[in-house]
């Protein structure tokens, strides 16, 4: 009795206290000591003859009754699971911080004279790392540094700059071109403008040489060899120029896409030169190729003549959004939209009748004006709009580029937040009767399913533009994982959040950032499950280790209010920690006891419990809420998971402790009296009495 108001008084007293982990909030039982014995009124066989007991007593007084004596009792409440105290991993500074925010003791003393940190406890084993490397799928040594932007750009151009193969050099240009580099393409196209230049200038001499030796031959075997091969040297000339004049087409592109109008014209133009004068290629003789360079000059002619006007269109919007930015009022804000979105209209059929309406300056103009009609709330105008844009630039730039993955994750992020208020023609770009806005089975798209479509067509330019590891794939990958999840596939949610984890780099980054926290703790979720232990070990050693790890950081982070808006969360929120703790605990319990480690699992599974308790009567809930019926199931389903952990093992005693407070919470409540777990913690009491006769 003394030590359970000792306790009661420890708990009572400040905001928090932390014993080994355990974090005991300020919560107050309203105890009644002298209440009969567990055994008496939780006993099946006198279920009925306590019914009126049962219904004088709330279901917050019998928590608060078992707890003074199943919890704050408890003399292992200071014994937690283990689990990996370090992967030996060199830790961030601000990582190795304790839970108060001062050094943690533990990272402490594994620092050595190098500032690293040396494996501990568990983590001394090295096949620990391996097993999570085999579990993600990547080399033991995590994957291969990542150079800088810089070095990656100076590697690239140094590789360009050293071939000497005007094949392999255009079709580098061409990939640099796809995937947006075109500070790489120019370089690269200039460098096969140079050889190009050297070839022609070849074949000229060679062409030369034999029109002289030609004009020298007296005539027989020899005049006839030399008049074939000036043939063959003229045809040569004729391929060379050709070359030459599709590296200026390819200049004239580029220098397009840049905005650079006039130099364009100017690229298209010696391109058509070469063809006239070298090749003896005219338009419409047939030839596409001149065809469409002679388009191009002619076009690149009217975008000249009409710069002005275009930028005056852009720099009047430009002007309208500054003073949107810069009121406050909603009519008048929408009144300034309006107005800017009037302008970028202009805009618009200015550049289709000048540049063309399938040109990348048009689909940027329209992401523009769905971005208004977002803030608009028109939001089939934004989605249609922004899908227009998407498909224009994927037709002219390629579907790698990384400007169409940037349209799509923009057309993506409006499903994400007003998908349902989307509707289902222009989720699919189509009207209502078309076979595209239905699926396989010809039920109608949903929301979720457009968003999912459009962030795995953008995961390609995003990879090819960023590479396979890096933080932006690894948030499409999550938000790919949790779309998956909602649909209920957890095997495909499972293998697109492994993916987001390989994506961080993981697992040698040592997991620093809260998104990698939260993916981890989801991927044990998925894990349990499918009731692959094996692997539930490994991965929820690895969640358990980085909660620990982040726990300061993740309760002192601010909540972001678009998670809960949108329904996507990306990190756990600061009231999601201990029940995060407690999810991983219970998964971790579970594994251990299917493969009959039983030390492990009594400890997983009792910490868990011990949380259970502490979150149950931290619960500020009403009585009766649907919250505290959560936090009572929490308890009682840790109750049942350590009883049966302690009958497998012939622990009677320890079972019963266990078993007849779990049903005493389950019943005193009439939404769960009545539930399988009430059904199951029975049964085991059932067989538990079988075992003791």
């Known amino acids: 009795m003394l030590r ?27 105890l009644d000591f002298s209440s009969p014995s567990v055994s008496t009124f939780c006993s099946p066989l006198t279920h009925n003859a306590q019914k009126t007991t049962k219904t004088t007593r709330s279901r917050r007084q019998v928590l608060e009754q078992l707890a003074s004596r199943h919890f704050l009792n408890d003399p292992s409440s200071d014994v937690r699971y283990e689990g990996v105290s370090d992967y030996g991993i060199p830790a961030p500074a601000e990582s190795r911080r304790g839970p108060d925010g001062g050094t943690d003791g533990k990272f402490a003393s594994a620092l050595g004279s190098s500032g690293t940190t040396l494996p501990l406890g568990l983590g001394a084993d090295p096949a620990e790392l391996g097993r999570l490397a085999s579990f993600l799928e990547v080399p033991e040594d995590g994957p291969a540094p990542r150079p800088t932007p810089g070095e990656l750009h100076r590697r690239r151009l140094r590789e360009v700059q050293e071939c000497d193969d005007i094949d392999a050099i255009l ?76 590296v200026h087409n390819n200049l004239g592109v580029l220098h397009e896409l840049n905005g650079e ?14 063809y006239h004068n070298t090749c003896k290629r005219y338009e419409e003789a047939g030839d596409p190729d001149v065809d469409r360079t002679k388009a191009n000059v002619e076009r690149m002619e009217n975008a000249c003549a009409s710069a002005g006007e275009r930028r005056e269109l852009h720099d009047r919007a430009n002007r309208l959004a500054g003073d949107v930015a810069r009121e406050r009022s909603s009519g008048a804000r929408r009144e300034l939209l309006l107005r800017q979105r009037e302008a970028l209209r202009d805009a618009l059929e200015l550049e289709g009748s ?34 227009r844009a998407g498909d224009i630039l994927a037709t002219s ?23 349902d208020e989307i509707s289902p023609a222009v989720r699919t770009g189509s009207g209502p009767a078309t076979p595209s806005s239905r699926n396989v ?5 949903s929301s979720d399913d457009a968003e999912l479509e459009l962030y795995v067509d953008a995961l390609d330019p995003l990879k090819g533009a960023l590479g396979e590891v890096h933080d932006e794939v690894g948030r499409l990958y999550a938000r790919i994982g949790h779309l998956y999840g909602k649909k209920g596939d957890s095997s495909l949610s499972l293998l697109a959040r492994k993916a987001s984890l390989r994506s961080y780099g993981e697992p040698l980054p040592g997991g620093a950032t809260p998104e990698v926290t939260y993916l981890w703790v989801r991927v044990v979720e998925h894990l349990a499950e499918q ?27 601010r909540e972001d209010p678009n998670d809960r808006r949108r329904g996507a969360p990306t990190r756990i929120a600061p009231g999601e920690y201990d029940a995060s703790v407690h999810s991983v605990l219970q998964a971790l319990g579970q594994a251990h006891q299917s493969r009959s480690e039983d030390r492990p699992a009594a400890l997983a599974t009792g910490e868990s419990l011990r949380l259970a308790w502490v979150m149950a009567l931290s619960n500020d809930g009403g009585p009766g809420g649907e919250a505290e019926s959560d936090s009572v199931l929490r308890v009682c389903r840790a109750l049942k998971r350590l009883g049966k952990g302690h009958l497998l093992a012939n622990r009677h005693a320890a079972a019963q402790s266990c078993l007849v407070p779990a049903l005493e919470l389950l019943r005193s409540g009439a939404e769960t009296s009545r539930t399988v777990d009430c059904a199951s913690v029975l049964g085991s009491l059932g067989f538990l009495h079988l075992r003791l006769r």
Request: charged share 30%.
């Open 354 to 387: 000048t540049i063309g309406p399938s040109h990348p300056a048009s689909a940027s103009t329209l992401i523009q004006m769905g971005k208004i009609d977002y803030e608009l709330r028109r939001y089939d105008d934004a989605a249609s709009g922004i899908r």
């Open 531 to 557: 009731r692959n232990w094996d692997d539930a070990v490994v991965a929820g050693r690895r969640a358990l280790f980085l909660l620990r790890r982040n726990r300061t950081a993740i309760l002192e982070a």
């Open 171 to 246: 079709e580098t240009a061409s990939d640099h071109l796809s995937l947006g580099r075109n500070e790489l393409a120019m370089a690269s196209y200039r460098r096969a403008m140079k050889v190009s230049f050297a070839d022609v200038i070849s074949v000229k001499r060679r062409l030369v040489e034999a029109k002289r030796r030609s004009a020298a031959a007296a005539g027989g075997g020899e005049a006839d060899l030399t008049r074939r091969q000036e043939r063959a040297f003229e045809l040569s000339l004729l391929q060379v120029a050709s070359r030459v004049a599709d």
């Open 397 to 419: 730039l390629g579907g790698n580029h990384p400007r169409v993955g940037r349209a799509l994750l923009l057309l993506a992020s409006i499903y994400e937040r007003r998908g």
């Open 261 to 274: 109008y006039g130099r364009a014209r100017a690229s298209y133009a010696d391109a058509l030169e070469v």
């Open 4 to 30: 359970a108001k000792s306790r009661q008084r420890q708990v009572s007293h400040g905001n928090r206290t932390e014993e080994k982990g355990v974090c005991r909030r300020n919560f107050r039982l309203s």
């Open 441 to 445: 089975s010809g039920e109608a798209v």
